[in-house]
């Protein structure tokens, strides 16, 4: 019998690449899985195109993907068309009632129908939102602390509720919602502008997802930065918030957001590279993982053999 020709072998990796992923297949199957989407995968088309086409795979896996995104970028870009000021204070935008208006026009009309568009591509699956729709997202007006003083710093708000019926309806109909960081007042008839990834976090508490991801612009958590560029595999929730009071500030709402989630429920919060090409199927369905992932402390009951993943 004559031996089969190397040429019907060339296919033969993808198949290997295939068959580890089963086990992850396997384990999320019909499990929600929030993304905060940001950063620079953002603003960079070739990132945009590959972000949509994960997410759009982790669907059709059998996965029920979640999207939250803010656009702090795009909302600066627009605030200087329209001679406003972009100010911050403890790593928070100052929204004015003039600076709410284009951060919802920004959000929901610009950011939100360039992803869901992307994804549509795909197939008839996104469906655009904010957290006004639906009541999903209510909040009550953040103030910031300075040097131990409250600072008021406009239309930025705190979460107090969401109500998931929405999003849940739009998962089970096999859609991916994609939802906009702009909540409801839960008390005086205003709009908040939300930090996304604490809305993000909230999301995926209230959802019972099993994993929230945050795309940053850098490779994880890092163990002694500048000192060393030595990324955190993993690291339990109190072991995270020991860290936290030392962290440089525009990781802090990330970090926080990921010990919020698996301190309520979520078996899983990972801070991951936006930066590389299809970097959440690299999380999700390879040995190796990519980014830095947040588990609960071992006492809490949510998964604790979860760690054996890396």
């Given at each position: 019998?004559?031996?089969?020709?190397?040429?019907?072998?060339?296919?033969?990796?993808?198949?290997?690449?295939?068959?580890?992923?089963?086990?992850?297949?396997?384990?999320?199957h019909g499990k929600t899985v929030v993304?905060?989407?940001?950063?620079?995968?953002?603003?960079?088309?070739?990132?945009?195109?590959?972000?949509?086409?994960?997410?759009?795979?982790?669907?059709?896996?059998?996965?029920?993907?979640?999207?939250?995104?803010?656009?702090?970028?795009?909302?600066?870009?627009?605030?200087?068309?329209?001679?406003?000021?972009?100010?911050?204070?403890?790593?928070?935008?100052?929204?004015?009632?003039?600076?709410?208006?284009?951060?919802?026009?920004?959000?929901?009309?610009?950011?939100?129908?360039?992803?869901?568009?992307?994804?549509?591509?795909?197939?008839?699956?996104?469906?655009?939102?904010?957290?006004?729709?639906?009541?999903?997202?209510?909040?009550?007006?953040?103030?910031?602390?300075?040097?131990?003083?409250?600072?008021?710093?406009?239309?930025?708000?705190?979460?107090?509720?969401?109500?998931?019926?929405?999003?849940?309806?739009?998962?089970?109909?096999?859609?991916?919602?994609?939802?906009?960081?702009?909540?409801?007042?839960?008390?005086?008839?205003?709009?908040?502008?939300?930090?996304?990834?604490?809305?993000?976090?909230?999301?995926?508490?209230?959802?019972?997802?099993?994993?929230?991801?945050?795309?940053?612009?850098?490779?994880?958590?890092?163990?002694?930065?500048?000192?060393?560029?030595?990324?955190?595999?993993?690291?339990?929730?109190?072991?995270?918030?020991?860290?936290?009071?030392?962290?440089?500030?525009?990781?802090?709402?990330?970090?926080?957001?990921?010990?919020?989630?698996?301190?309520?429920?979520?078996?899983?919060?990972?801070?991951?590279?936006?930066?590389?090409?299809?970097?959440?199927?690299?999380?999700?369905?390879?040995?190796?993982?990519?980014?830095?992932?947040?588990?609960?402390?071992?006492?809490?009951?949510?998964?604790?053999?979860?760690?054996?993943?890396?």
């Amino acid at each position: 019998m004559s031996q089969p020709t190397a040429r019907k072998h060339t296919a033969l990796p993808k198949a290997r690449i295939l068959i580890e992923a089963l086990p992850w297949l396997t384990r999320h199957h019909g499990k929600t899985v929030v993304i905060k989407f940001g950063g620079n995968a953002m603003i960079d088309e070739e990132l945009k195109a590959a972000f949509a086409q994960d997410v759009v795979f982790l669907r059709h896996a059998g996965l029920r993907p979640v999207v939250v995104h803010g656009g702090g970028p795009q909302i600066s870009a627009q605030l200087d068309r329209h001679g406003l000021v972009s100010e911050f204070k403890a790593g928070l935008r100052v929204t004015t009632d003039e600076a709410m208006d284009v951060v919802r026009m920004v959000l929901a009309g610009q950011v939100q129908r360039e992803l869901v568009g992307l994804l549509n591509r795909h197939g008839p699956l996104a469906v655009g939102m904010t957290g006004e729709d639906a009541h999903l997202m209510s909040a009550t007006k953040h103030f910031a602390e300075i040097d131990g003083e409250r600072v008021d710093i406009g239309r930025v708000g705190q979460i107090t509720e969401i109500d998931t019926g929405a999003v849940q309806a739009l998962l089970d109909d096999g859609r991916i919602p994609v939802v906009s960081s702009i909540a409801r007042s839960a008390d005086d008839g205003h709009v908040y502008n939300v930090n996304a990834d604490t809305a993000a976090a909230a999301l995926a508490a209230a959802l019972g997802a099993e994993t929230l991801m945050v795309l940053t612009d850098v490779e994880g958590l890092y163990a002694d930065w500048p000192n060393s560029d030595e990324v955190i595999s993993r690291l339990t929730a109190s072991e995270l918030e020991k860290l936290l009071p030392d962290l440089a500030s525009g990781m802090v709402p990330k970090m926080e957001g990921c010990l919020y989630a698996v301190r309520n429920g979520v078996t899983t919060a990972r801070v991951i590279d936006g930066r590389v090409q299809h970097s959440i199927l690299l999380e999700i369905f390879t040995d190796e993982g990519i980014g830095t992932m947040v588990l609960p402390d071992p006492d809490n009951d949510s998964n604790k053999n979860e760690g054996a993943d890396r």
